[in-house]
C-alpha cells in the first residue's frame, strides 16, 4: 500500500510538473521580440510602441488561449452552431442553447488538444507548408536556390521547402518561429487572397499586403488541421471501401478455396476448423495476403511523405477552387455593366473607355482574387436605413446631413447621399476625408452583415435590380435577402463567398470539388476489388 501511495505522488509530481512546464516555458518564451511583436499585430492586439519584451510576452500570454488553444471560446453562438453542423452535429433548439452549453459541445470535438497546440508552435515548419499548392512550393523553392530534384513530386517539394525553410530565414537574419513576411516573397497579393479564399477566410476589408499576409499567417494553423481532418476522413472512407470488398470476396469463397488460399500463403488451419472460423482466419490475415491495408492506397492519394496531404489533396482543393470560379462566373455572367465596373474601381483596376460587357467580365474573372483595397462609393450599398441616416447626419457634409432629416427618406436616396459625400470628401482630401474614413473603420462588421435582414422587400428587389438580376415570380422574402446575400458577398469578397466564420465552405458550392474527392474514393475501392479479384482468380488458376 505504502508503495502504491508511493507512485501515485510520483505520477502526481510527474503530471504537475509537466504541465508546468507548458504554462513557464510556453513556445512564445523563446520568440524574439519581432515575433512577438508580429503576432499581436497579426491578432489586432495592441501595445505599447516602447513595450519591452517582458510587456510584449505578458500580452501574448494574456491572447495566446484566446487565438491558438481555443479560438471558439471568443465565437459568438451562431458560429459555434456553424462548427458543430460541419462535424454532423445538429443543436436541438440551438436558438435557445446557451453559450456556454455550445462552447463545451465545440470543446469536446475540437481539433486538437492544448498539448497539441502548443507544440505545434514549437515547429512550425513541420506544418506551415503543407496548405501550399504545388506551384506555391515550387517558386519558394526557385526564388531561394532551393534544389529539388526532377520529377518535382510534392513529398519531395515540401522535404525540401521544409529542410531550406530555417536556412533561408538564417541567411535573411530573420526569425522563424513565427516567421515574417519573407515567407511569402515568392507570393503575389493575388496568390494570398487566393489562399484565403480556397481555405475559407475572409480576405480583409479594405485590404493591403501586410494585412493578407497576416491574414494568411493567423489563419494556417487552423487551414492545416482542416486538410488533415479532410484527409483523414477521406482515408477512412477508403479503408471501409477495401473492407467492404473485401469481404464479400471473403464470403464468396468454399470452404475448399479458403483452406487452398491458406495454405498457398503459409496460413496454419487447426484441426477441426469450421468454414466461419477458416472465414475469420483469412479476415485477420487479408492486409498481409493483398499485400495493401489501403493505407497505402490512402496515402498516395492524400497524404504526402510526411503530411498525409498529397498531391491529390491539392487537386481536391483546385478542384474545389474550380467549382468555386465556375460559381463565380455565372454570377457575375447576370452582372450589369455598372456593377461589373464598381467591381473593377473597388479593386483599383483601371477600365478602358467603351469597354463591352464581356471585355469587362473578361477583366472582373481575370482579377476575382484580388481584394478590395479600400474605401469607394459602392462602400454603402449594403448598408442598413438607419447606418446611412447616422453616417449622413455625422458626416460634416451640409448637403448630406439634409438628406438624412428629409422626411419619408427612401434607403436609395440615402445611399446616393452617402455616395456624394464621400466622393466630394474623397475630392477635398485632408480633414473631411479623414473623418469619413474614420467613420467607415468605425462602421461594426455585424451591422453590414445583419443588413439584408431589416430590408423590405421593395429595398431588395431595388438592390438586386442594380445588379441585374431578375428576381423570380413568387420569392419569399427569404429568398429574396438570400439572392441579394449572394451577389453582395461575390462582390465583396470575389471567388469566395465566407459566412462569416473561419470555418466558411470554399465558395458557395463545393460538389465540383467534392465530388472529385468521392472519385478518388471509388478509384481506391475499385482498385482493391481489383487486387482481391486478382488474388481469387490466382487460387481458382492453383486449385
Known sequence: MRIAKA????????????????????PYSKWHETELERWLSDHD?????????????????????TYVVSPYQSWDAAKLNEYLKQKGIETKDSAASSKDALVSQVQGIWYESEDKAQTAWTRVRDWILDTWTDSQLKAFCDHHGIPVPQPRKRDTLLEKARIGYETVAQKAGETLSYPGDWLYESWSDSDLK??????????PQP????????????NSRLAYLKLQEQAATAQDSAQKAYDSVSEKLIDSWTESQLKEFCDKNSIP??????LNQLRALVRKHRAELYGDTVAGTAASAYGAATSNIGSNAAKATDAASDAAQAAFDKAINAWSETRLKAYLDARGIPVPQA????????????????????????????????????????????????????????????????????????SAGGSSYASVTSYLASATDSAKANAFETWSESELKS?????????????????LRALARRQYTYFKYGTSTPTETIFAKI???????????????????????????DASKKVHKEL
Do not use: C
Open 7 to 26: 507512485l501515485f505522488s510520483l505520477a502526481i509530481v510527474a503530471d504537475t510538473a509537466l504541465a508546468s512546464s507548458w504554462f513557464s516555458n510556453p
Open 207 to 218: 485590404t493591403t499586403r501586410d494585412k493578407l499576409i497576416a491574414s494568411v499567417r493567423r
Open 355 to 426: 469597354s463591352k460587357a464581356d471585355e469587362l467580365r473578361a477583366l472582373v474573372r481575370k482579377h476575382a482574387h484580388k481584394a478590395a483595397s479600400g474605401w469607394t462609393v459602392w462602400t454603402y450599398d449594403d448598408w442598413t436605413y438607419d447606418n446611412l441616416k447616422n453616417y449622413l447626419a455625422s458626416s460634416g457634409d451640409a448637403a448630406a446631413k439634409k438628406a438624412s432629416e428629409k422626411a419619408g427618406a427612401t434607403r436609395e436616396e440615402l445611399v446616393e447621399a452617402a455616395q456624394a459625400a464621400y466622393a466630394s470628401a474623397s
Open 463 to 479: 438592390y438586386l435590380d442594380s445588379y441585374g438580376i431578375p428576381v423570380p415570380q413568387g420569392s419569399t422574402l427569404n429568398e
Open 507 to 533: 465558395g458557395e458550392n463545393v460538389k465540383g470539388g467534392w465530388d472529385w474527392v468521392m472519385s478518388q474514393l471509388n478509384i481506391g475501392a475499385d482498385a482493391a476489388k481489383k487486387k482481391a479479384n
Open 194 to 203: 487566393e489562399w484565403l479564399d480556397t481555405n475559407g477566410f475572409p480576405a
Open 45 to 65: 492586439v495592441a501595445y505599447p510602441s516602447a513595450a519591452d519584451r517582458a510587456q510584449l510576452e505578458k500580452l501574448v500570454q494574456k491572447n495566446w488561449d
Open 269 to 274: 488451419v487447426p484441426q477441426g476448423t469450421r
